[in-house]
């Protein structure tokens, strides 16, 4: 039994690292994607139309941060499909330096893209899933949303100090807790909303991960897009129904809290 079968699910931030695999998984478990980000996703959606000829992936090129553009993809999903079932917020950017290094414009820019983004999202999609009833929201939070910064062992100690990702970290944080509320204000109109906390995944935003931070990790790998892929398929299951206001940390166990 494929557990997303004739599910709509809208993915943000699709043609990333984490948005592909999660498209890919989706489209594997039988559901209808709508692929949004401000970079083309084409070539993905010929890649998901193969998998499964029988599904006709919707792309929607858009910036998350503009309210109209989001509410005008929604309504495109809403028109063609009938229903939004599931939004997945992935659409984000990484950012360095600690809160002495980073300026007022920097961690604006951040918490534009990352948190007003989720609140953009997650806000438009939300009467639809009211009228229906059901709804799964599920975003892309952080292990940096909990632990005040990764450590960085192969750097002296002032270095570490100002290599922090304090605006990145402060985003996803707000991310947690958008999710908290979300999940109380929408809980009675079966509707869950939570978060996923990733550690560190292959991906762009980590090839200049150097080994020695490798080797912190407990299980003794990097995580693979695909590890977080399935943490966002088995929240947005109709089976996971009784799961909400939850972070789940999905990180090799590098932060256990
Ligand atoms: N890769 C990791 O190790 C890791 C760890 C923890 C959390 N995350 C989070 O997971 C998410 C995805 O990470 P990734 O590794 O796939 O990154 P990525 O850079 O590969 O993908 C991010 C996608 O978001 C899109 N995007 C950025 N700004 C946008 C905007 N304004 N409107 C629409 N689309 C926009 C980009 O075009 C890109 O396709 C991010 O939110 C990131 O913070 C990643």
Redesign the pocket.
């Known amino acids: 039994m494929k557990r997303l079968e004739n599910r709509v699910a809208i993915i ?8 592909r695999a999660t498209s890919i998984q989706f489209v594997r478990e039988g559901a209808q994607v709508c692929l ?4 083309d996703c084409e070539s993905l959606a010929a890649e998901l139309k193969a998998l499964n000829p029988s599904l006709s992936p919707l792309v929607l090129k ?4 503009h309210e109209p553009s989001v509410l005008k993809c929604v309504a495109q999903v809403a028109e063609r499909f009938k229903k939004i079932d599931v939004l997945v917020n ?5 950012s360095q330096g600690s809160s002495s290094d980073v300026s007022l414009e920097e961690w604006q820019r951040v918490l534009n ?2 948190l007003t ?1 989720t609140f953009i999202c997650s806000k438009a999609v939300l009467p639809i899933m009211r009228s229906e009833h059901y709804g799964r929201i599920i975003s ?5 949303s909990k632990n005040g910064g990764n450590p960085r062992p192969w750097i002296n100690p002032e270095e570490q100090t100002r290599a922090g990702n304090v605006a ?1 970290g402060v985003s ?1 944080a707000g991310i947690n807790a958008l999710t908290f509320f979300l999940a109380k204000e929408n809980a009675h109109h079966g509707i869950t909303v939570n978060a996923i ?5 292959a ?4 090839t200049h991960f150097p080994q020695s931070l490798k080797d912190l990790i407990p299980v003794g790998r990097m ?1 693979k ?1 695909e590890d977080i892929a399935e943490a966002v398929t088995f929240l947005a299951a109709e089976t996971a129904g009784f799961i909400t206001g939850e972070v789940l940390d999905v990180n090799g166990g590098s932060w256990i809290d």
């Open positions: 943000t931030g699709a043609a990333g690292g984490l948005g949004i980000d401000i970079t858009a910036d998350v941060t992935i659409a984000g950017i990484v893209i990352n983004s892309m939070s952080s292990v940096l990145y996803k906390a990733p550690g560190p995944i991906s762009n935003m980590t995580g897009a």
